[in-house]
């Protein structure tokens, strides 16, 4: 069993029994709440920008409109009991006012919320928690990314080849390897210091693996985690998940899940949070960033957990009893399609679904363009290199519109 903090259905609380939720951002994540929404009964409104965005054309409601236009967020806040999100860019301000008003609960509130929303602050009130990082520097000049490189030669030792390098980020609006950059100099960043007053610079991780910790947490504390996945990145983009992380003993996957629903609760994050790791040679975990939303990583869960990602974080910010979070199989796998050569996405899947009918497809409505994210696909089972295998089959030949036999 996973650790979990509390028992189930703690004190009733006097929250509506079927919250109206509105969330912000039309992405494929807020497509993917739309099924569960409905399952649930929780009526769904979505804030995109553009009526042909992968959530609006699913939702029965939607309102037109940016997430940093105060008037609507506030105008969809009015008309629903709780907010949430599809991503984590909206202006903390407008979320304070809009608890200030009362114009409903935002879940996660602003105070947590900023940790997902500026990476310095989130390294702060990490390290400043206990909890553990990669070592850090706030950097406001090219000759602080200097320093701290300076700092990183010293600790590899004398005569340490090559020239050490750093990994600098944009603390704000990064997202899938865009605002990350490796560096050996400072220069390498003098055009970021035209656009940001401060740089995130950290040492370059020599990790073995990417780790993700998953959990959900209701406003009054209940909480509960998911099993620890394994996370693979190609450019900085997340592309193949395998649950659980294979390899991990008993004792390191609840050390991981236990670290996860730590920094939940010491943030006061609700909703699902996803903690993303390195993984290094000496067996330790270090925390690189933090998505208080459902995450691509746990995409897998959607078919592979008694209860998906989606539908927990529904059920975690419209203060409902959580759902078990038990894998329904031993192992299962997630590819994301990210876009190809092939326009024609349905084409590639109604093959895919001919050649494996345990595949699992989701297609999220978006126009192709190269390395896009367009959909992703699911299998569980029982032999992990198998699933792997049928489900990066599957990937190419939807996207690529190649066959087995041709990439044999
Ligand atoms: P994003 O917000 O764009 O997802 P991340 O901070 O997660 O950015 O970085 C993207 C990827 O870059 C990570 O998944 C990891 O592969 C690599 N990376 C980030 N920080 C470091 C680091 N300190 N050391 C080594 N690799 C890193």
Known sequence: MP?????????????PAAPRIGVVGGGQ????????AIELGLPLTVLATDPAESAAQGAARVRIGRHDDEEAVRALAAEVDVLTFDHEHVPPRILEGIERDGL????PGPSALVHAQDKLLMRER?????HPCP?????VSAADVDAALAEIGAAAGEGAAPA???????????YDGHGVRIVSAGGDVADWFEEHDELLVEELVPFTRELSAQVARRP???MLAFPVVRSTQKDGVCFEVLAPAPDLSAADQERIQHLALRIAEDLGVTGMLAVELFETTAGEVLVNELAMRPHNTGHWSMEGAVT???EQHLRAVADLPLGASAPRAPHAVMVNLLGGSREDLAAGAREAMARDPELKIHLYGKTVRPGRKVGHVTLAGEDPADLLARAHRAERLIIDAVHEEQSA
């Open 29 to 36: 994540l807020a497509r993917m709440m739309l099924g569960p």
């Open 308 to 310: 998906g990602q989606f």
């Open 104 to 107: 409903a609960a935002v879940r």
């Open 126 to 130: 990490l390290s400043a928690l206990g």
């Open 164 to 174: 050490p390098r750093a990994v600098v980020k944009t603390p704000r609006g990064g």
């Open 3 to 15: 650790p979990n903090s509390a028992p189930h259905d703690p004190a009733p609380t006097s929250a």
């Open 220 to 222: 009054g504390g209940e």
């Open 135 to 139: 070592h850090w520097w706030r950097a």
